[in-house]
């Protein structure tokens, strides 16, 4: 009976999340994603396999503060769901400004967007790298969870809260979908 938004609603997780989520029976899904086809294809499966979910789907990028905006005003979420992120290790080691874009400030901007509009919990999809940081993924993860725990003490009456997954069998992250394509 809630209004759920998922950010990075395309991904192996955050579609995961959406079919999760759809199952409960919200009010409202508001996927959230910059991937278009993505997108497409978990909103083709949801609308089929949840046909009473309100479904509303929103192609854009989590640090466009305007498109933010427009979703937190529009859908009033309840619940938000922080998916999106880069995740693969080697990809953020060779572009870490964009890892820091992607995972620091895009949390830093959705965490603040929700305080401003009155969502009552986010909670940010982590990692289990970023416990003892190793890497740039892990380290942009670790300060997105420091940015959480901070705004949660602030005490800005939203329930921040961080989820940390390990390797997700068959994620877009994971290594398994990479030993499959080598055997292939």
Request: no cysteine; net charge positive.
């Given at each position: ?13 955050g ?25 497409f ?16 789907t929103v ?5 466009d ?11 009033q ?10 995740k ?54 670790r ?9 949660h ?16 069998m ?7 979908p ?7």
């Amino acid at each position: 009976g809630k209004r759920i938004l998922i950010t990075g609603a395309g991904g192996s997780i955050g579609s995961e999340l959406a079919r999760q989520a759809a199952a409960q029976f919200p009010s409202r899904l508001i996927l959230f994603e910059r991937n278009e086809n993505n997108l497409f294809y978990i909103q083709w499966e949801i609308s089929r396999r949840f046909p009473a979910v309100p479904l509303v789907t929103v192609i854009g990028d989590i640090l466009d503060r305007k498109i933010l905006t427009r979703i937190l005003t529009d859908h009033q979420p309840d619940i938000l769901y922080h998916a999106a992120a880069y995740k693969h290790v080697p990809m953020m080691e060779t572009h870490p400004i964009e890892a820091i874009r992607n995972n620091v400030l895009s949390t830093w901007n959705v965490a603040q967007a929700a305080a401003e509009h009155g969502v009552k919990k986010v909670v940010l999809i982590s990692t289990d790298k970023a416990v003892r940081p190793e890497n740039v993924m892990g380290m942009t993860k670790r300060v997105a969870e420091k940015l959480m725990l901070y705004l949660h003490k602030k005490q800005t009456g939203v329930r921040f809260i961080t989820v940390r997954f390990g390797n997700v069998m068959g994620s877009t992250g994971s290594v398994i979908p990479l030993f499959e394509r080598q055997i292939d």
